[in-house]
């Protein structure tokens, strides 16, 4: 009678001359390395199967290497994908002070060339130059958010 964990020692056999990949390599490293933090594997034995693992080539390889270990206890469950990011909302508060700080700066601007005043012209320049690019940003950065219905676009793989 076959036990439960017969089906994955059966499954390498048909395809043991063929070439194991990269991340079937990186498998049965997780999978040592489960065995070694449950202690069924002391550290030099842990460190000789992964140096055979990164060097062995075909499944059968492979598979002698984590052959004597019981599968079903050492499973390890594989790496779960990230969340997608959501994206941070973007403060109408701080959109709308950077608005009225241009404001501000324009009308320091139109009172200083009325009343020569070179330090209301300073300010009122300073104060376009550094609100209206944050003002601007967050400005599109609200517009994406409304037009992508609030999630971040997908990342390039």
Same mark, same amino acid.
């Given at each position: 009678?076959?036990?439960?964990?017969?089906?994955?020692? &059966?499954?390498? &056999?048909?395809?043991?001359? %063929?070439?194991?990949?990269?991340?079937?390599?990186?498998?049965?490293?997780?999978?040592?390395?489960?065995?070694?933090?449950? @202690?069924?594997?002391?550290?030099?034995?842990?460190?000789?199967?992964?140096?055979? +693992?990164?060097?062995?080539? +075909?499944? &059968?390889?492979?598979? +002698?290497?984590?052959?004597?270990?019981?599968? @079903?206890?050492?499973?390890?469950?594989?790496?779960?994908?990230?969340?997608?990011?959501?994206?941070?909302?973007?403060?109408?508060?701080?959109?709308?002070?950077?608005?009225?700080?241009?404001?501000?700066?324009?009308?320091?601007?139109?009172?200083?060339?009325?009343?020569?005043?070179?330090?209301?012209?300073?300010?009122?320049?300073? @104060?376009?130059?550094?609100?209206?690019?944050?003002?601007? +940003? %967050?400005?599109?950065?609200?517009?994406?958010?409304?037009?992508?219905?609030?999630?971040?676009?997908?990342?390039?793989?």
């Amino acid at each position: 009678m076959a036990g439960p964990g017969d089906e994955q020692a &059966a499954a390498p &056999a048909g395809r043991s001359l %063929l070439r194991a990949s990269h991340a079937d390599r990186e498998q049965v490293i997780e999978t040592l390395k489960a065995a070694f933090v449950q @202690g069924r594997l002391a550290k030099d034995e842990f460190d000789l199967r992964v140096s055979q +693992t990164l060097g062995s080539r +075909t499944y &059968a390889e492979i598979a +002698t290497l984590t052959a004597d270990l019981p599968v @079903g206890l050492i499973r390890t469950s594989p790496p779960a994908d990230p969340a997608p990011a959501q994206a941070q909302p973007v403060s109408k508060v701080l959109m709308w002070g950077a608005c009225v700080i241009i404001v501000g700066a324009a009308g320091s601007i139109l009172a200083a060339l009325s009343t020569n005043t070179f330090l209301l012209l300073v300010a009122g320049v300073l @104060g376009i130059l550094i609100a209206a690019p944050v003002a601007g +940003t %967050l400005m599109l950065d609200w517009w994406r958010g409304n037009r992508s219905g609030g999630q971040s676009p997908p990342r390039p793989a």
